[in-house]
């Protein structure tokens, strides 16, 4: 019979002590991402999670919230600063899971996920910008930023539309009349409310719609690339770009500067979230704040409520402009 497989051994054969293992997999303080990732892909290379699975199986009940992304980047991070301050009054402790770094493949992480720690590592699950909502799941989930196949289930999402609208808006006071706009990912909810705000700030002030402006980003960085030199590829560039979320904005203004493009004074630019990154960034980002930190708290608060049997409402928070140094009035 072979040896069952103990935390030692997945502290040695990943190359770190049994307490940061210990903390890993109980999604404790203390782990980078990059460690949580390293130890986690062990876990399930020696099938340390069966010793986990029996245990959880034992009590019936784990006491832990899975927050499960599919990758660690500015967004899902500031999110679960949130989600921790809120389950410290609780007996819950948190596993962050990113879903698509093993598998090297974006779409269908959180079936995966689910699959391997629903009902047996977790109690219930947090699934941040999905790319389908489970229809069945071994545990009850709550969405944040969901898919656009999640009507029915437990959500958490911000005034997307208004914030969008506010951001175009401000383009559009400080006089540019050629905006594009560098979208998100369509299949979520998000993306394409932030596109029905951005074309109904443009409506409101009698500027037509052009649909060359609109170009795909899909909320990453990698994916921007090609929809930033897209839009200044354009004959008729534009004198600014509302992009939809922050890491886009980002990258648009990387890719306008390797042009020798000035922002704002040759291209304004305006994202979306406010990450860390849009405050430190020089120039600094001129962008739509979603209160990150207090949609985790309010998933956690949610996903406890379902945990109790309750089905709470939708939750929608609100958004505010924050204007920086990356906007500015179009060159005559």
Do not use: C
Request: charge should be negative; charged fraction near 20%; proline fraction near 6%.
């Amino acid at each position: 019979m072979n040896r069952r497989t103990t935390i030692n051994d997945v502290a040695l054969a990943a190359g770190v002590s049994v307490a940061t293992v210990s903390k890993a997999i109980n999604g404790r303080y203390g782990v980078s991402p990059e460690t949580l990732s390293h130890v986690m892909g062990v876990v399930e290379d020696l099938g340390y999670e069966s010793s986990l699975v029996a245990t959880s199986m034992r009590r019936r009940s784990t006491n832990v919230i899975g927050v499960l992304v599919a990758e660690f980047e500015p967004f899902a991070l500031q999110l679960l600063r949130g989600v921790s301050t809120a389950l410290e009054t609780t007996d819950y402790d948190v596993l962050a899971y990113a879903g698509s770094v093993s598998a090297g493949e974006h779409l269908g992480w959180e079936r995966r996920s689910l699959s391997r720690l629903g009902g047996t590592l977790i109690d219930g699950a947090i699934l941040v910008t999905p790319t389908t909502t489970p229809a069945q799941t071994a545990v009850p989930i709550v969405a944040v930023d969901p898919h656009v196949g999640a009507a029915d289930a437990a959500t958490v999402t911000v005034a997307n539309v208004e914030g969008a609208r506010a951001a175009t808006e401000h383009l559009i006071a400080l006089g540019h009349r050629r905006i594009a706009h560098l979208r998100g990912r369509t299949d979520l909810e998000s993306a394409q409310e932030r596109e029905q705000g951005y074309r109904s700030a443009l409506e409101s002030a009698g500027i037509p719609f052009d649909p060359t402006l609109v170009v795909d980003g899909s909320y990453r960085a990698a994916d921007s690339t090609v929809g930033a030199n897209a839009i200044l590829d354009l004959a008729d560039t534009p004198t600014a770009v509302f992009a939809a979320n922050d890491l886009s904005a980002i990258e648009m203004m990387r890719v306008a500067a390797a042009r020798g493009l000035r922002v704002p004074t040759d291209l304004s630019v305006v994202g979306f979230d406010d990450i860390i990154d849009a405050a430190s960034h020089v120039p600094q980002l001129t962008t739509v704040r979603q209160p990150l930190p207090e949609m985790g708290t309010a998933a956690v608060r949610m996903l406890l409520d379902v945990l109790q049997g309750d089905k709470p409402e939708p939750i929608r928070m609100p958004t505010t402009l924050v204007v920086r140094e990356s906007t500015a009035p179009p060159q005559p």
